[in-house]
Nanobody, 126 residues
């Protein structure tokens, strides 16, 4: 079993910053990629950012480009999401995801990922 645990969510005013962390535990595996998604109330889950583990290549949704930064941790299968200049529309539950399979796929779709965390709430007040 593989578990992903997110942390770092909370309440912040517009213009503020938060840093989300995602750590894995359980069965040892090598991530091909890790990603972050979010889901606002009444909306579908949407892609936020992803990183390919070996190359460090990063991908972002247009809505967060220039404000959010995804990075790899020093610990294997750990990833961070630095969120700056937060807006009320960034509010939602943020989920971490990991892909173990090494076949190259588009990383902006939920189906690309094998494991998911339970999510952490981010609320941005205006």
């Amino acid at each position: 079993q593989v578990q992903l645990v997110e942390s770092g969510g909370g309440l912040v005013q517009a213009g503020g910053s938060l840093r989300l962390s995602c750590a894995t535990s359980g069965r040892t595996f090598s991530s091909y990629a890790m990603g972050w998604f979010r889901q606002a109330p009444g909306k579908e889950r949407e892609f936020v950012a992803a990183i390919r583990w070996s190359s460090g290549s990063t991908y972002y949704a247009d809505s967060v480009k220039g404000r959010f930064t995804i990075s790899r941790g020093n610990t294997k299968n750990t990833t961070y999401l630095q969120m700056d200049s937060l807006k009320p529309e960034d509010t939602g539950v943020y989920y971490c995801a990991a892909r173990e399979r090494s076949i190259i796929v588009v990383l902006s779709i939920a189906q690309a990922y094998d494991y998911w965390g339970q999510g952490t709430q981010v609320t941005v007040s205006s």
